[in-house]
């Protein structure tokens, strides 16, 4: 085989191994006790208000703490919506020049 082969495999394995460690690292799911049940909800409930000065704690979560997220996201469902209506307009003139 090829050396390029073997350097491909081997990023695939060394990637696979790190995933592999990675998850068996992760806390064990429904534990009361995660940090992500004792961190992040207690400063949203309890900071939200004096962070943002937004009285909704959805509102707060969403628009301040996750603006760049939420930005993010609405560009790619956008992205994707604009590329699925240039597929279909592509299929539709392909149909349109057979007949």
Known sequence: MKAKTWIVALL???????????????????????????EVYKRYVEDSMEDTGVPNIVTSIVLDYRAYDTMFETTVLFAA?????????????EGDSEK
């Open 12 to 38: 695939i394995i060394l990637s696979t191994c790190t995933v592999i460690g990675v998850i068996t690292e992760l806390p064990t799911f429904g534990r009361a006790d995660n940090p992500i049940h004792n």
């Open 81 to 93: 919506t604009t590329a699925v209506v240039a597929a279909l307009k592509a299929i539709r003139k």
